[in-house]
């Protein structure tokens, strides 16, 4: 039961990039998955959500129309895209599948609500 991210590196401010996750061990369907971030010196935060249901998606002030989330339960995999990236969002990224049925509407409840979590991809922006 696991989750295994990928794609972090160094960008330059402006550029793109894509976060993968893998899900295994467990019924990845079924499961509210969504994106956490920390930044040095700062508490780790939400930024997406992807309910189990009906795909509904939310995101964070910080990153609306700048980063899509999305899943592909076929394949037990959830990605974020991260376009026109700023210097501010350096940070290390997470990963993490809940059971719990969160709507994900106007937010992606409380961390301790999440039951697997992946180890966590850097992401630098060089200005």
């Known amino acids: 039961e696991q989750l295994v991210e990928s794609g972090g590196g160094l960008v330059q401010a402006g550029g793109s990039l894509r976060l993968s996750c893998a899900a295994s061990?467990?019924?990845?369907?079924?499961?509210?998955i969504a994106w956490f971030r920390q930044a040095p010196g700062k508490e780790r935060e939400g930024i997406s959500c992807i309910s189990s249901s009906d795909k509904k998606t939310y995101y964070s002030d910080s990153v609306k129309g700048r980063f899509t989330a999305s899943r592909d339960n076929a394949k037990n995999t959830m990605y974020l895209q991260m376009n026109s990236l700023k210097s501010n969002d350096t940070a290390v990224y997470f990963c993490a599948a809940s059971s719990f049925k969160f709507p994900c509407l106007d937010g992606l409840g409380y961390q301790s609500e999440y039951d697997y979590w992946g180890q966590g991809t850097q992401v630098t922006v060089s200005s």
């Open positions: 061990g467990f019924s990845f369907s079924a499961y509210t």
